[in-house]
């Protein structure tokens, strides 16, 4: 079973950088594939860009595509979000989440980090 724990978030300007990170543990991380979603006030939680801890693989919802970048370190079992030329509709809540590679619903999420971008 993986445990995520997110850290890195905070109140930052339009057009500022962030990067959060999601510590993992408890688990064969090659098996899994670990995601950033974001929950704004109001609304549904969203995808925002994913990674297959085994080959590197990414992916990114078209809202951040060249604005964000996933990597993750091997070392030290850390995924990061780097955020680049954040919007004030980027604020809110970051989740990091897991699943394994043969299923397609994330069963691991870490408790969140906010994350404000004032305009």
């Known amino acids: 079973q993986v445990q995520l724990v997110e850290s890195g978030g905070g109140l930052v300007q339009a057009g500022d950088s962030l990067r959060l990170s999601c510590a993992a543990s408890?688990?064969?991380?090659?098996?899994?594939?670990l995601a950033w979603f974001r929950q704004a006030p109001g609304k549904e939680r969203e995808f925002v860009a994913t990674?297959?801890?085994?080959?590197?693989?990414?992916g990114y919802a078209d809202s951040v595509k060249g604005r964000f970048t996933i990597s993750r370190d091997n070392a030290k079992n850390t995924v990061y979000l780097q955020m680049n030329s954040l919007k004030p509709e980027d604020t809110a809540v970051y989740y990091c989440?897991?699943?394994?590679?043969?299923?397609?619903?994330?069963?691991?999420w870490g408790q969140g980090t906010q994350v404000t971008v004032s305009s």
């Open positions: 989440a897991a699943r394994t590679i043969v299923t397609m619903k994330y069963n691991y």
């Open positions: 408890g688990g064969t991380l090659s098996w899994y594939v």
């Open positions: 990674i297959t801890w085994g080959a590197g693989s990414t």
